[in-house]
């Protein structure tokens, strides 16, 4: 079986305890991942190099950690034919209008734009899921816990009203 990897590439260090969000998502999946710091902005020529590393590797998605102008997922997803998902982290800036550069790319582009780190992993999971039968018995499994868990609270509360 091929080895996953999920290649988190974040603008700046500012941006790694939010990125640690996702990479404890993908531990509980047993998916490789990798932190990585790149800006398209500042060094985009080691972005390129970054993603260089693994072009033979089969199973890859990239997720992109960038605020302000996000030109990092863009970048990347230009540069490759993988699954990019930007995971713009929230800024009090602005109102966080600053999402606007994730939500809003060019004509072209084939992202996807997700805003929380989970959910993120998740996505990627999910990705590389399609073609692993075990990994997807690992999803439909988390998937079923917090099914259970829905249906207790629910049978809780329900005893709370009137009829």
Do not use: W
Not at 1 to 13: A, P, Q, Y
Not at 79 to 106: H, Q, W
Not at 113 to 140: G, N, R
């Amino acid at each position: 079986m091929n080895e996953k990897l999920v290649k988190i590439i974040m603008g700046s260090e500012k941006d790694f305890e939010f990125c640690k969000k996702i990479g404890a998502v993908l531990e509980l999946y047993g998916i490789k991942f990798e932190y990585r710091i790149a800006s398209a902005h500042k060094t985009p020529k080691k972005v390129i190099e970054i993603m260089n590393e693994d072009k033979k590797a089969i199973d890859l998605v990239y997720i992109t950690v960038a605020g302000r102008s996000n030109a990092l997922s863009g970048f990347v997803d230009a540069n490759t034919y993988r699954p990019v998902i930007a995971c713009p982290p929230y800024s009090e800036k602005f109102a966080g209008a600053d999402i606007f550069s994730s939500l809003r790319m060019p004509s072209g582009s084939g992202l996807a734009t997700v805003l929380e780190p989970e959910a993120a992993a998740i996505l990627a999971t999910k990705i590389l899921a399609i073609e692993d039968e075990e990994l997807a018995q690992k999803i439909e499994a988390r998937q079923n816990k917090q099914k259970e868990m829905i249906d207790k609270a629910d049978d809780k509360v329900k005893t709370y009203g009137q009829r």
